[in-house]
């Protein structure tokens, strides 16, 4: 579907395939191709999206408030 040398951003790709499925990766590295088949997993956040209904946790250490960090907690500040 795509003309012979277009460039196409990866974040496409990924989006053709669902979690579960390999997909075959070619690398060029050191003048030479290689082929890679990766299994599509789903994304894990670095952030979670929530809390799960129940108060964030703290610590107080020394005057100083640790807090878990969560999407609504970022948007809100």
Known sequence: PFRHGERIGFSYLVSQ???????I????????????NVEVATHKRLVPAH???KPPSYYIIAGF??????????RSE
């Open 17 to 23: 395939k669902y979690t579960g499925e390999s997909a």
């Open 25 to 36: 990766v070619k690398v060029l590295r050191e003048s030479q191709i290689l082929e890679f």
């Open 51 to 53: 809390i799960k209904g």
């Open 65 to 74: 408030v640790f807090s878990a960090i969560s999407v609504p907690y970022l």
